[in-house]
């Protein structure tokens, strides 16, 4: 099939035509200045979460009667159902939950002054909790157990195990899932309009929406979240780095069909 242009002439009439440019360009500043909402979401949530997550993660291990099965109905349904919902239930059914209070005890709590980026912070915390929990209780699951009786024969007591041995050696284990989760988390904020917070996604709805750029706009959006990506990996492959258990220097043979267990002949502990 022939085209009408060549090659030159049909990017010059894609630029001309097409795509805009200028849009394009003008919808990053947009976007860049809701980043702080975004990063706020996904940093305050991810911290309480993997509170939460160790904890449920605690009452798993230890199997805590009735907590335990709290804990599976809590995480059966965070993992079984869309945050989409989620939020949707947090967002409207927290005022239901305060009108009924005040309506039964005569308090005065004021629905309409709730900021939605707290349901929001909420909801996300809970999802991340249920999820990185299954991670934390396996990495805590895996640790040798050898490890830990040679810490209690040096008189350490059960909490020093648990916090010089047993959550480092976890948390090594951990840290590639917790920052594939962190990744997820952040680029589900996208769904915060839902609550009416306007963060990036919302923000190039906003803007898509006035200049009738949506390509455009979006293009721009997806760059910013791809940046900012990019910068978690780094982060996330240097705290990995710091945390690795380094091996004495082995020569291994390398290649797509080499045997990633072939310790140079070295017979593995």
Same mark, same amino acid.
């Given at each position: 099939?022939?085209?009408?242009?060549? @090659?030159?002439?049909?990017?010059?009439?894609?630029?001309?035509?097409?795509?805009?440019?200028?849009?394009?360009?003008?919808? @990053?500043?947009?976007?860049?200045?809701?980043?702080?909402?975004?990063?706020?979401?996904?940093?305050?949530?991810? @911290?309480? !979460?993997?509170?939460?997550?160790?904890?449920?993660?605690?009452?798993?291990?230890?199997?805590?009667?009735?907590?335990?099965?709290?804990?599976?109905?809590?995480?059966?349904?965070?993992?079984?159902?869309?945050?989409?919902?989620?939020?949707?239930?947090?967002?409207?059914?927290?005022?239901?939950?305060?009108?009924?209070?005040?309506?039964?005890?005569?308090?005065?709590?004021?629905?309409?002054?709730?900021?939605?980026?707290?349901?929001?912070?909420?909801?996300?915390?809970?999802?991340?909790?249920?999820?990185?929990?299954?991670?934390?209780?396996?990495?805590? *699951?895996?640790?040798?157990?050898? *490890?830990?009786?040679?810490?209690?024969?040096?008189?350490?007591?059960?909490? *020093?195990?648990?916090?010089?041995?047993?959550?480092?050696?976890?948390?090594?284990?951990?840290?590639?899932?917790?920052?594939?989760?962190?990744? !997820?988390?952040?680029?589900?904020?996208?769904?915060?309009?839902?609550?009416?917070?306007?963060?990036?996604?919302?923000?190039?709805?906003?803007?898509?929406?006035?200049?009738?750029?949506?390509?455009?706009?979006?293009?721009?959006?997806?760059?910013?979240?791809?940046?900012?990506?990019?910068?978690?990996?780094?982060?996330?492959?240097?705290?990995?780095?710091?945390?690795?258990?380094?091996?004495?220097?082995?020569?291994?043979?390398? !290649?797509?069909?080499?045997?990633? @267990?072939?310790?140079?002949?070295?017979?593995?502990?």
């Amino acid at each position: 099939m022939q085209g009408k242009y060549t @090659f030159q002439e049909f990017w010059s009439m894609f630029f001309d035509k097409i795509f805009n440019w200028n849009a394009f360009v003008e919808a @990053f500043p947009n976007v860049i200045s809701r980043i702080p909402v975004s990063l706020e979401i996904t940093l305050i949530s991810m @911290f309480f !979460g993997l509170i939460i997550a160790l904890l449920l993660a605690l009452v798993s291990i230890n199997k805590i009667p009735v907590l335990n099965q709290l804990r599976g109905l809590f995480v059966s349904f965070m993992r079984g159902t869309p945050i989409y919902v989620q939020l949707l239930l947090t967002y409207n059914g927290i005022p239901l939950i305060l009108r009924a209070i005040n309506m039964n005890y005569g308090t005065t709590y004021n629905i309409n002054n709730i900021s939605p980026l707290l349901f929001v912070i909420l909801t996300f915390t809970l999802n991340e909790a249920a999820f990185n929990s299954e991670t934390i209780r396996s990495a805590i *699951q895996s640790v040798d157990s050898g *490890q830990i009786e040679a810490a209690k024969s040096l008189g350490m007591t059960n909490f *020093q195990v648990f916090r010089r041995v047993t959550l480092p050696e976890a948390a090594t284990v951990a840290l590639a899932p917790l920052g594939n989760s962190l990744i !997820g988390l952040f680029k589900g904020t996208s769904l915060a309009f839902v609550a009416g917070v306007i963060e990036m996604t919302a923000e190039a709805k906003i803007l898509g929406g006035s200049n009738y750029r949506i390509f455009e706009t979006y293009f721009a959006l997806a760059l910013v979240y791809w940046v900012i990506n990019i910068v978690f990996e780094k982060v996330i492959s240097f705290i990995e780095k710091k945390l690795e258990i380094k091996d004495p220097e082995v020569p291994r043979k390398k !290649g797509l069909f080499a045997n990633p @267990f072939d310790h140079g002949g070295r017979v593995s502990d």
